[in-house]
């Protein structure tokens, strides 16, 4: 890179002549000299002009992964200069606004990361607009990721007590509820080019390939009726709200866990019937190239199956527990094969020999399934003892329906137990109720739970894999579900408050934006050694901020220095890690005018 400058673009507008901004780089090719556009900056006062700044980020990540600090340069000398050396009274030296500085500094270096500044730079070109697109998606993506809430809360105060107003160089006041919703009218479009940008990006940093793709539904549910959209409907709810509306989302995430793709579907989907649109739109996108598709069992029917065999394509899913009976001897055999400690496995030909199934036999899982069904046997003896000793302390005749819906209620609450008892409801002259309950422990579900706890069946058309690593790549798909788990609790894209059916899919788009910053986050993180916790990195920087120093000075005026924080020791391990230096202070000391002296300042003005 040559240099970095801003680039001055006159336009007329409405019969008047307006002068627009734009941040340039300068960088060398082997054609010569080229520029390209960093930021569009829109109309600039001169304090604001020599405010801007810029952040540089990770170099090529084919080359190296070595990621640059963040680099805010330094502003031009204003109109009236403040001198390198003034008289200041220092018993009036004070602090003024403290802002959030260290959370979107590292979500601005992922940002710029994952190129999507150019992304957006290019997609969205500048037209009329008082602020530009690309600048209003990345605020929205940055507060998605540091402190997800809707945009009214973007507006009213999160954005105000962040130093991107200086960063960005727009103002506060600009940042309103109508440009952020039309922001996600505006950047909805865009977004296959955004999914198969990400995908692009993900294998230049990390190496990542979509020769495996973990593919899971999941559902997040309306804050209201939602009539104007015809997706939003009431269906199996993962939330726990089966008193809302919701949208299901399915989501296609690499190995490594990076979403590389999803699609919204109607509330009350079923889960199978979402594959053949995900498949077909995956292939669209990146072609099909017999990538291995990792699926859960819900998704996995046998006509799903038979359309991933048509097209070529392999499988690793899960079966219905169900399917376990099929192989019921080879679950006492010892011809397992230990993956690791606690975990065996063994491959299984299929009759016809065109699949196989990896059964695997866990021993936290056994500890779990057992405890499971020792609670349900007991919670049904225990009702059949309430429901035995009611007959018989009973006045009158009971009738029998009633005794026997009773019985089901109580299995129905219990099916993973309701098995494990032989139960009749028999005539009893003798006793005033006229009915008495008897039942039996049944020795074959008992003997075929001792056999089967722990035990689970894998089923697959790929051949070339051990039991073990057939093992290890379906457990890739917790991957899916992790995201899944950041999405809604770390991102917060549940409960949505959008009712029209455009903005509540750019909701989610810019909830994927988000993730796709997690993930680089996370990958980051692991690379360097900082673990898989972003959300405790992202909450340790964000102690960090941007603090206003006023200097009142002998001359009568006021100098105001932007400082950062010092890291305490912990975030400073944190930032060396990434590879992240930050600035001692934000630009060049500025005078404060007179009607800012007499207040303390709230936020930057330029």
């Not at 500094?105 to 940002?111: D, K, N, P, Q, V």
Request: aromatic share 8%; net charge neutral.
């Amino acid at each position: 890179m040559l240099g970095v400058f801003l680039k001055r673009c006159p336009r007329a507008k409405s019969g008047k002549d307006h002068v627009y901004w734009e941040l340039v780089e300068s960088y060398r090719t082997a054609q010569g000299s080229r520029h390209r556009v960093v930021a569009y900056l829109g109309e600039l006062s001169p304090g604001q002009r020599a405010g801007w700044a810029r952040l540089a980020t990770v170099l090529d990540g084919r080359a190296a992964a070595k990621v640059q600090q963040l680099a805010l340069f330094g502003r031009p000398e204003p109109a009236e200069a403040v001198p390198e050396t003034v008289e200041v009274q220092v018993g009036g030296v004070r602090v003024g606004a403290t802002r959030d500085f260290g959370d979107v500094f590292l979500a601005l270096a992922l940002w710029r990361m994952l190129d999507l500044d150019e992304l957006f730079g290019c997609d969205l070109p500048r037209g009329d607009e008082e602020v530009p697109w690309a600048l209003m998606a990345c605020i929205l993506t940055v507060a998605r990721f540091v402190e997800p809430d809707s945009e009214l809360h973007v507006e009213d105060t999160w954005y105000r007590r962040t130093v991107l107003p200086e960063l960005l160089g727009v103002r506060e006041e600009a940042v309103n509820d109508s440009r952020l919703y039309r922001t996600l009218d505006v950047v909805l479009p865009l977004k296959s080019m955004i999914q198969g940008h990400l995908k692009q990006r993900a294998g230049e940093l990390f190496s990542t390939s979509l020769d495996l793709l973990l593919y899971d539904v999941t559902s997040t549910y309306f804050e209201g009726l939602a009539e104007g959209n015809a997706l939003a409907a009431r269906g199996h709810s993962r939330d726990g709200r089966r008193d809302c509306k919701q949208v299901c989302i399915g989501l296609v995430v690499t190995r490594g866990g990076f979403p590389v793709g999803y699609e919204v579907f109607g509330g009350n989907r079923a889960d199978v019937t979402t594959l053949e649109e995900i498949v077909e739109m995956m292939e669209a996108r990146y072609g099909a190239i017999g990538r291995i598709w990792v699926l859960d069992r819900g998704i996995a029917s046998e006509d799903n199956l038979a359309f991933l065999r048509s097209r070529g394509a392999r499988y690793l899913v899960g079966t219905p527990r169900t399917l376990l009976k099929r192989f019921e001897r080879h679950l006492l055999e010892e011809d397992w094969e230990e993956v690791r400690e606690g975990l065996e496995v063994k491959l299984l030909p299929s009759p016809d020999g065109a699949e196989t199934f990896v059964l695997c036999r866990s021993a936290d899982r056994l500890a779990k399934e057992r405890a499971i069904h020792e609670r349900f046997v007991t919670r049904i003896e225990t009702a059949l003892v309430r429901l035995a000793g009611g007959l018989q302390r009973a006045r009158k005749r009971r009738d029998r329906s009633t005794v026997e819906r009773q019985l089901g209620r109580v299995l129905g609450k219990n099916s993973r137990a309701a098995g494990a008892f032989r139960i009749e409801v028999r005539e009893a002259p003798e006793v005033p109720s006229g009915l008495r309950l008897v039942w039996t422990r049944e020795t074959a579900w008992e003997e075929w739970a001792a056999a089967s706890e722990g035990c689970y069946l894998l089923r697959t058309n790929v051949t070339d894999l051990s039991a073990p690593e057939l093992w290890h790549t379906y457990i890739q798909l917790t991957e899916a579900e992790a995201a899944f788990r950041t999405t809604k609790s770390d991102l917060r894209v549940r409960p949505i408050w959008h009712q029209v059916d455009r903005r509540v899919e750019a909701h989610i788009l810019f909830s994927f934006l988000a993730l796709a910053l997690w993930r680089t986050l996370q990958a980051w993180m692991e690379r360097v050694g900082l673990g898989r916790g972003p959300r405790t990195i992202v909450e340790e920087l964000g102690r960090i901020k941007a603090v206003d120093v006023l200097l009142p000075t002998t001359a009568g005026r006021t100098v105001r220095l932007c400082c950062i924080s010092r890291p305490d020791p912990g975030q400073q391990t944190i930032l060396d890690h990434l590879g992240l230096l930050l600035p001692e202070r934000l630009g060049r000391p500025r005078w404060l005018g007179p009607a800012q002296q007499l207040d303390p300042p709230c936020s930057l003005d330029f």
